[in-house]
Antibody, heavy 115, light 107 residues
Framework: QVQLVESGGGLVKPGGSLRLSCAASGFTFSDYYMGWFRQAPGKGLEWVSYISSRGDNIYYADSVKGRFTISRDNAKNSLYLQVDSLRAEDTAVYYC????????WGQGTMVTVSS | DIQVTQSPSSLSASVGDRVTITCRASQTISSWLAWYQQKPGKAPKLLIYKASSLEGGVPSRFSGSGSGTEFTLTISSLQPDDFATYYCQQYNSYSRTFGQGTRVEIK
């Protein structure tokens, strides 16, 4: 069945960086648009970024533009989010998303930004 | 960006009650609206997609309606397992947006 497994989260100091990964299985990864959502502790859900199936169209939320970079490797069935210049307000669970008739979510990876 | 306004932000209800949650989009999104249930520490669980299609395995007491800009999630008879937070999500555009959430609490 369709599965999305995120990894790469952790505790990082303000200004630091992380690379989040999402391993996809159970579907033809290269056929699908993908993205990232996030949810800060006790808060609502926020769209972060989108990437087209071939990686030639990319969009970001204004809150992360210039600091986050989405990418994909269709040969490895993997989606990535490079998160740089992290701020306390980036603390959240980050979810990998497969776009479609309805969106499919991973279980999330926690990013904590704290000194 | 398409804004989504969800109401109420919270409600108290008893087991067996009929519960209705509403979402309004800032522009027409056809039927590209989903409803999710979230419990503490868990990822959101899809309940309804394309405004009114029930996801497999979701109890039939959940139903969705609407199109264009006005949408509703109805729980026909609230059960103990339904106390959670509910979110609507528009997916008419690549930049998905979510309602603010409705926390359903036990009266």
């Amino acid at each position: 069945q369709v599965q999305l497994v995120e990894s790469g989260g952790g505790l990082v100091k303000p200004g630091g960086s992380l690379r989040l990964s999402c391993a996809a299985s159970g579907f033809t990864f290269s056929d699908y648009y993908m993205g990232w959502f996030r949810q800060a502790p006790g808060k609502g859900l926020e769209w972060v970024s989108y990437i087209s199936s071939r990686g030639d169209n990319i969009y970001y939320a204004d809150s992360v533009k210039g600091r986050f970079t989405i990418s994909r490797d269709n040969a490895k069935n993997s989606l990535y989010l490079q998160v740089d210049s992290l701020r306390a307000e980036d603390t959240a669970v980050y979810y990998c998303i497969r776009y479609g008739t309805f969106d499919i979510w991973g279980q999330g990876t926690m990013v904590t930004v704290s000194s | 960006d398409i804004q989504v306004t969800q109401s109420p932000s919270s409600l108290s209800a008893s087991v067996g009650d009929r519960v209705t949650i509403t979402c309004r989009a800032s522009q027409t999104i056809s039927s590209w609206l989903a409803w999710y249930q979230q419990k503490p520490g868990k990822a959101p669980k899809l309940l309804i997609y394309k405004a009114s299609s029930l996801e497999g395995g979701v109890p039939s007491r959940f139903s969705g309606s609407g199109s264009g800009t006005e949408f509703t999630l109805t729980i026909s008879s609230l059960q103990p397992d339904d106390f959670a937070t509910y979110y609507c999500q528009q997916y008419n555009s690549y930049s998905r947006t979510f309602g603010q959430g409705t926390r359903v609490e036990i009266k």
